[in-house]
């Protein structure tokens, strides 16, 4: 290696020329410094909205001071693809309730039968009806098949034996300080 100091290959990092000829060989085996992370050029990730929660919320969907009824909320939301969260769920009146035998909460269940639970669009609960299990065929005396409703909501005629017939009741709607909207 030549002692010339303008052939030193750190003179162009602006080090100090060594000292001896021998530590020459040292210097120049240090490797290079690192280069930047890529990610650390990269533009910065959208900031989160006020509670640092990135992901999508109803904020994402109205406009400010929009005070929309809930059905206006879901519409939109299905409107824009989103059936997951309130999105799965049909707007209020779209769906009515079923309305079937009320099953008291004692009575036991044959096989076949179901208790189905509902709840109104103000989310008062409906008392349980009595429905035929997804899987269940209903057979009479001659082991024929019976015909099921298609909603498969239990009639009078084919109840079990010892449950009491009466239909369930709807609860009245709760009034709202924003009815009216």
């Known amino acids: 290696m030549s ?57 994402s969907y109205l406009s400010r001071g929009e005070n929309p009824s809930m059905a206006e909320v879901i519409e939109r939301l299905h409107e824009r693809g989103v059936h997951s969260g309130l999105g799965a769920f049909s707007p209020p009146g779209t769906r009515p309730p079923l309305i079937g035998l009320a099953v008291p909460e004692d009575f036991v269940l044959p096989k076949g039968y179901v208790r189905h639970h509902q709840a109104t669009d103000d989310g008062q609960r409906i008392e349980a009806i009595l429905m035929f299990a997804p899987d269940f065929q209903l057979v009479g005396a001659d082991q024929q098949a019976i015909a099921m409703p298609a909603d498969r909501v239990v009639p009078p005629e084919l109840a079990p034996p010892g449950l009491p017939i009466r239909r369930i009741t709807l609860p009245a709607p709760v009034p709202t300080a924003n009815a009216g909207r």
């Not at 162009?12 to 890529?38: E, K, N, Q, V, Y």
């Open 3 to 59: 002692s010339d100091p303008d052939s030193d290959s750190d003179s162009d990092s602006g080090a100090a020329a060594p000292a001896a000829p021998g530590t020459a060989a040292a210097a120049t085996a240090a490797p290079p410094p690192a280069p930047l992370a890529p990610h650390a050029a990269a533009a910065p990730p959208p900031a989160p909205e006020g509670d640092a929660d990135p992901t999508r919320d109803l904020k």
